[in-house]
């Protein structure tokens, strides 16, 4: 098994090279960073799971192609996002957002939750899904998904100071909703 200062570029070389192992230590090490992207992107839990497949099989099968293996994430990031725009693409775009079920996030509590208990949820998943789509990707990345700033920094390859900065005016706008609407903090 891989510790943890073996990169991208190193499992890759051990996959391409016969490990089993290598490949799953990709999949595991990058599965919540693409699962947080295609979440933040399509907006529903279900869509997001399957995305995430598809995008590792994708990723499978083109991964001998892969010339730089240093820009790993980078080519990860733009299968991800392509398949989340392919999904977007396949939805009939006939049917009324309105008539849509309701998506809850994996964490949500069940469903003996109260009802106050889901409006607020329901609520807030509004209000993530009004955000900028970059204050809302940082937002489902860290506390949807639980990655920490620096995780956040390296996947997104943006500076550390924008990605603080994205989750604190996304934290700044669900905080006025919630104070517009009566909502305690």
Avoid at 39 to 57: G, M, P, T
Wanted: a positive charge.
């Amino acid at each position: 098994m891989a510790d943890k200062t073996c990169d991208a570029a190193d499992l890759i070389e051990r996959h391409l090279q016969g490990s089993r192992v290598a490949l799953s230590q990709l999949w595991l090490r990058y599965d919540r960073l693409v699962f947080g992207i295609a979440h933040s992107v399509v907006c529903c839990h279900e869509a997001a799971e399957d995305i995430r497949q598809e995008v590792f099989l994708q990723v499978y099968e083109n991964l001998p192609s892969l010339r730089d293996r240093t820009k790993f994430v980078g080519w990860l990031r733009t299968i991800t996002y392509n398949a989340c725009y392919a999904t977007l693409r396949r939805a009939k775009p006939t049917r009324p957002l309105d008539s849509l079920p309701e998506c809850e996030h994996p964490t949500a509590p069940s469903s003996h939750a109260s009802v106050e208990g889901r409006e607020l949820r329901t609520l807030l998943r509004k209000r993530i899904d009004a955000l900028p789509e970059g204050q809302r990707a940082v937002i489902e990345l860290h506390y949807f998904e639980g990655l920490a700033v620096k995780q956040i920094v390296d996947f997104l390859e943006l500076p550390e100071t924008t990605i603080r900065w994205r989750i604190r005016k996304a934290r700044e706008t669900l905080r006025n909703a919630a104070d517009i609407n009566g909502y305690p903090n």
